[in-house]
T-cell receptor, first 113, second 109 residues
Framework: DAMVIQNPRYQVTQFGKPVTLSCSQT?????MYWYQQKSSQAPKLLFH???????NEADTPDNFQSRRPNTSFCFLDIRSPGLGDAAMYLC????????????FGPGTRLTVT | QKEVEQNSGPLSVPEGAIASLNCTYS??????FFWYRQYSGKSPELIMS????GDKEDGRFTAQLNKASQYVSLLIRDSQPSDSATYLC?????????FGAGTRLTVKP
């Protein structure tokens, strides 16, 4: 039973063409995260939501935006993808508060042509 | 800049041996520590969490935490070829989770 779902699993977009990645969860967790992971690198936190409270990492490019219309869904919008944005995008969730683990979705592999 | 450092490897051990993976972190106030396993092309999968100093055992896995030294490790006993993966150390304070780049482990039959 999938608990953190990401769609699509593979996305190909053209240079400069906006793209949206989606994440949904059935866990009712307060916190949702978006990470970018490039080959052989650590997952890089882009932003997270605690409920509707949005927290942007200082070095996340303006090209990346996020929306969380309700508890279950969170979207990552890349307004003008560049070749350097090709990566695996990981969504994760966790309950609010200390001492809880974070659970990842399967990821979306983004290719920019 | 808060950092999580891991030896990138590759670390190669024979089947049945103990694999030892290490991680250091820079933020002294960090409270929660995690080990994730990531197979190639897949998302990270949580295998261990540890919150207090000392050892925590779960099956073949033992996590060790030393907050004074800002050091956390993962031991895998009786390593199996299926343990071959990248192991990510993660450190959390408040709602921020920061990852190391991972150590690639290969277990040879």
């Amino acid at each position: 039973d999938a608990m953190v779902i990401q769609n699509p699993r593979y996305q190909v977009t053209q240079f400069g063409k906006p793209v949206t990645l989606s994440c949904s969860q059935t866990l009712n967790h307060n916190v949702m995260y978006w990470y970018q992971q490039k080959s052989s690198q650590a997952p890089k936190l882009l932003f997270h939501y605690y409920d509707k409270d949005f927290n942007n990492e200082a070095d996340t490019p303006d090209n990346f935006q996020s929306r969380r219309p309700n508890t279950s869904f969170c979207f990552l919008d890349i307004r003008s993808p560049g070749l350097g944005d090709a990566a695996m995008y990981l969504c994760a969730t966790k309950p609010g508060g200390e001492g809880y683990e974070q659970y990842f979705g399967p990821g979306t592999r983004l290719t920019v042509t | 800049q808060k950092e999580v450092e891991q030896n990138s490897g590759p670390l190669s051990v024979p089947e049945g041996a103990i694999a030892s993976l290490n991680c250091t972190y820079s933020d002294r106030v960090s409270q929660s520590f995690f080990w994730y396993r990531q197979y190639s092309g897949k998302s990270p999968e949580l295998i261990m969490s540890i919150y207090s100093n000392g050892d925590k055992e779960d099956g073949r896995f033992t996590a060790q935490l030393n907050k004074a030294s800002q050091y956390v490790s993962l031991l895998i006993r009786d390593s199996q070829p299926s343990d071959s993966a990248t192991y990510l150390c993660a450190v959390k304070d408040n709602n921020d989770m920061r990852f190391g780049a991972g150590t690639r482990l290969t277990v040879k039959p």
